[in-house]
């Protein structure tokens, strides 16, 4: 019923900025939180940020408060994820994912219903 589709992963130098984007699309109806989690090789997938249907709440894993925000544009129902002062320790699969039956997104990747293919984000030293 939701499509997900990210975009704008690459590769950037350390205290570099990316931004990326995650096209959500379906039958269902918009309300929903979607989130960020990324998943580094050998590592458990993790959450990285979180934002309400309409915006108005948001949550960040303390690894980047400060430094990403994620924001949305709800006529199109897409959610977004700025990255700023990029580190080493960042790269990953990133993947944005929708809790459509929650009004408050989780942190937990298990609580979340659709999931992208995910964009791979490089930090070089």
């Known amino acids: 019923q939701v499509q997900l589709v990210e975009s704008g992963g690459g590769l950037v130098q350390a205290g570099g900025s990316l931004r990326l984007s995650c096209a959500a699309s379906g039958r269902t109806f918009s309300r929903y939180p979607m989130g960020w989690f990324r998943q580094a090789p050998g590592k458990q997938r993790e959450f990285v940020a979180m934002i309400t249907w309409n915006g108005g709440s948001t949550d960040y894993a303390d690894s980047v408060k400060g430094r990403f925000t994620i924001s949305k544009d709800i006529a199109k129902n897409t959610v977004f994820l700025q990255m700023n002062s990029l580190k080493p320790e960042d790269t990953a699969v990133y993947y944005c994912?929708?809790?459509?039956?929650?009004?408050?997104?989780?942190?937990?990747?298990?609580?979340?219903?659709?999931w992208g293919q995910g964009t791979q984000v490089t930090v070089s030293s």
């Open positions: 994912a929708a809790d459509t039956d929650s009004y408050f997104g989780g942190r937990r990747y298990l609580e979340y219903d659709y």
